[in-house]
């Protein structure tokens, strides 16, 4: 993996992924109250997270005072932009099923990060931060596209086909390209860390991991129940789930601990949130 590589592919992206142009999006829908009932928790929380990418921004800029020209350009010129179009078009969807519009935060940073932010003035350290970033990005788009293929096969089983095919395909399309810058850029930096930073990325990595959009506990079961309505089968489904999700973290942060099917805390993460949206639902 090379720099210039990673250059040609954002520049790549840029060029062939513009935003979504809504005048392509038909949003026909045979049978609201179906599509409402089996995945409109789903298409919630995809809104939401999407539009949050604004805050995301946000908080990429507080969390990285000096980040590479590349990252800057990616995630505010090629990844922000693109994922505002998919969040405004899925809100749009919800917005026609009779739903509330989804409920954003776009603007709070939370003291955290602007404390790490304040660390990071030191290179070093703004490298660690950059790496766990990264490792972010990976599980957060590798996740929104295995949701966004189940979502595909939901639809197109429920004969929604102008939905599957004008709204999710064209957003299912971009995502493999921003996983792919995340795991370049993650590739190139692990290898040029010190042990200690690599020591401070797995620590930090294992005590903040956590789904994203997940803020509260209820937020949490959300996220378990989406899940389960994607046809995750429970909580071992749950961490098969995870595994996939973290391969690529798993052999890079965790090469030495071979026997290791997924790092414990990304497993951990999704079997939490499935057993909460279980314990929600025999509860009510
Ligand atoms: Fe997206
Ligand atoms: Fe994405």
């Known amino acids: 993996m090379t720099l210039s590589r990673l250059s040609a592919h954002v520049e790549r992206l840029g060029a062939e ?32 997270t999407e539009l ?14 000096h980040p590479p020209d590349i990252d800057r350009h990616f995630y505010q010129h090629v990844w922000g932009p693109q994922e505002a179009r998919h969040g405004q078009i899925l809100d749009e969807l919800q917005v026609r099923l009779g739903r509330a519009p989804a409920v954003t935060d776009l603007t709070t940073v939370s003291p955290r990060l602007r404390v ?11 490298d660690v931060a950059r790496m766990l970033y990264y490792l972010t990005g990976m599980t ?9 293929h189940r979502l595909y096969d939901g639809l197109r089983a429920l004969e929604e ?15 493999p390209g921003h996983y792919a810058f995340y795991q370049m850029s993650a590739q190139l930096l692990w290898h040029g860390l010190a042990s200690w930073q690599r020591w401070l990325v797995r620590r930090l990595r294992a005590a903040t991991f956590s789904l ?12 378990g129940q989406m899940m389960l309505d994607l ?3 429970g909580p071992g489904g749950a961490v098969h789930f995870a ?17 290791m099917a997924v790092p414990p805390y990304v497993a951990k993460a999704f079997r939490t949130a499935v057993e909460a949206a279980q314990a929600r639902a025999s509860a009510a």
Do not use: F, W
């Open 243 to 259: 595994g996939q999700v973290a391969r690529v973290e798993r052999d890079l942060l965790h090469a030495a601990h071979r026997g």
């Open 116 to 126: 790490i932010g304040l660390l990071a003035e030191h290179a070093p350290i703004q």
């Open 52 to 65: 949050e990418v604004e805050r995301n921004v946000l908080e990429l800029n507080a969390v990285l005072p």
């Open 212 to 223: 994203v959009g997940a803020r509260s506990a209820d937020q949490v079961a959300d996220i």
């Open 17 to 48: 992924h513009p935003p979504i142009d809504l005048s392509t999006v038909d949003y026909t829908i045979k049978r609201p109250e179906l599509v409402s009932r089996g995945y409109g928790g789903v298409l919630d929380y995809m809104a939401r």
């Open 161 to 175: 086909r102008a939905l599957a095919e004008t709204v999710v395909t064209p957003i299912r399309r971009q995502e």
């Open 231 to 233: 046809g995750v089968e």
């Open 140 to 148: 957060t788009e590798r996740s929104a596209l295995l949701a966004y």
